[in-house]
């Protein structure tokens, strides 16, 4: 069972919440089909991301990090 069935998306912005989980995806290595981790992890990966203490693509962290503060969550 993923993390994500029984979740709510973001009520006030569910297609932004969409592309910034998926932007997180992407960062966290996810291709399409793979199963894709829960919040904090990707929220996790993400910020080490964006902070340079662990390889990866940092203007798709940066930008999935400041969307998910922009709208107030997956």
């Given at each position: 069972m993923s993390e994500w069935e029984d979740r709510k998306p973001n009520a006030k912005f569910p297609h932004c919440?969409?592309?910034?989980?998926?932007?997180?995806?992407e960062?966290?290595?996810?291709?399409?089909?793979?199963?894709i981790p829960g919040e904090e992890r990707l929220i996790e990966r993400a910020t080490q991301v964006r902070d340079h203490t662990i390889h990866g693509d940092v203007d798709k962290a940066y930008m999935a990090l400041a969307m998910l503060e922009e709208i107030g969550g997956l």
């Open positions: 919440a969409q592309v910034a989980r998926r932007m997180l995806a960062v966290w290595g996810c291709k399409p089909g793979d199963l």
